[in-house]
Structures are given as C-alpha cells and as structure tokens.
C-alpha cells in the first residue's frame, strides 16, 4: 500500500508542477511518520523517500534510536522549551519555531553541542485556537534579525498550516500571505530564506501552485492513524 501510496503521491506532485510551470525537483516531499512505526519508515524509505516528519520529542527520539541519521529527521510539531534539548540532538531540521525565546532557547543548545541547527519560523495563519505560530510581522521580522545573528542558527524559511477547511479560497490566502511574507523578507536583504514548508495530504496542491518547496504529507503516504 505505501508503495502504490508514495507513487500516486509524486504522480500528483510532478502534474502539478507542471502545470504550474515549477520544477517537480523544487518541491521536497517529507513523509509524516507520527504515530507510524519503523516498519512503517523503513518501507517507505526503500521506495525512495529519505526525509522524514515527527510532531512529538519522545516518539523522534524512539526512532532515531533505531534509524539514527538513516533519514533527515525534520520536527513539525509544537516545541516547548524543556524539549529543545533532546530535539536539538536528533532533528536536522526544525519547522516550528515560533517565538523570541524559542529561538534564544534552539540557538543556546545548540552551541552546547556544537551544531548549527536548521530551522523554519513558523507562522499562524489561522484564526484556529490550537494553531500556534508568529501572529505578527514585526516579530517575524525580529526573530529573522535575531537569526541572522545568532551563531548556531541557519534560518531557511517559513512553515504555515492552513486552515482546516473546505474553503479553497481561504486555504489559498494561508498559503499566498506566507509566500509574500518571505519575498518581504528577502527584500530586506534576507535573501537565504528560500524554503516554504506548506501544504499537508489535505491540501499540499494548492501549497504547490503558491509556492510550497517542503510538503508535509502523512495519511496520503501511510494510511490513516490510529489515535
């Protein structure tokens, strides 16, 4: 199933591409593993997919004790401070920084190991209660200065989650405002922030024709959870 799964996937990714005029080879897709066991990963990875999505530190540190840097390990999920150091040792990339202090926190532990860590800011585009993420562009502004000076920190770009609904038009707001958001910044002078990472099973082909290069993409690929 995962196979077929992975193959309809990037069948998708590749049409949409096209027919957006975009480089299918621009679009990174991250298989959302959470909730899924190694089994689960090791299948996928032999159908080709290499990088891989955890929304929780304990279940990313349960597998990257058996898969260890096997994968790129990407964290998607809400970070608490007190978990920032066990994320800092097995996450190549973390999408979902989401404030000052976050940042401040992500930086500090990772001059204590000695890694320059790859992060995303994460920004909220949804009125949703549970969303979390920068509300303002001035903070976004100020964490972006924030990271371009802190030594152990490689700011690549923003990650949204769109709202959860039926509306094509809202969904598409979510995702243009987060792509003008970034051309902003790279106006400014921030010209290395490149990555989007926007666009889940539900919605990642609007993601792409507003410019997503990360997708996050979990029942698509593996089927749905079991909560």
């Known amino acids: 199933m995962i196979s077929e799964n ?12 096209v027919d957006c005029n975009r480089d299918p ?11 899924f066991g190694v089994d689960k990963i090791d299948e996928a990875y032999s159908e080709g997919l290499k990088e891989f999505g955890e929304n929780r530190a304990q279940e990313l540190d349960l597998k990257f004790e058996k898969l260890g840097n096997k994968v790129i390990w990407h964290f998607i ?8 150091k066990s994320v800092i040792k097995t996450a190549d990339f973390i999408h979902s920084v989401d404030s000052l202090q976050l940042a401040e926190e992500v930086n500090k532990r990772a001059g204590n190991i000695k890694k320059i860590q790859k992060i995303l800011l994460e920004v909220k585009t949804s009125r949703e209660q549970t969303k979390a993420g920068i509300e303002s562009e001035t903070e976004v502004l100020k964490i972006t200065e924030f990271c371009s000076q802190a030594e152990n920190l490689q700011l690549l770009g923003l990650m949204t989650i769109a709202p959860l609904t039926d509306d094509e038009k809202l969904i598409r707001q979510s995702f243009s405002y987060v792509r003008l958001l970034r051309d902003q910044l790279n106006e400014r002078g921030f010209d290395k922030i490149n990555e989007l990472s926007m666009g889940m099973t539900s919605d990642f082909e609007i993601a792409i024709e507003e410019g997503a290069t990360m997708l996050r993409i979990g029942s698509a690929i593996f089927g749905e959870r079991n909560y």
Not at 6 to 17: A, D, G, M, N, Q
Not at 25 to 35: D, G, T, Y
């Open 25 to 35: 080879s621009e679009v990174k897709l991250i298989a959302v593993s959470k909730n």
């Open 77 to 84: 999920g809400h970070l608490q401070k007190n978990k920032v």
């Open 6 to 17: 992975i193959k309809h996937v990037k069948k998708i990714i590749e049409r949409k591409c």
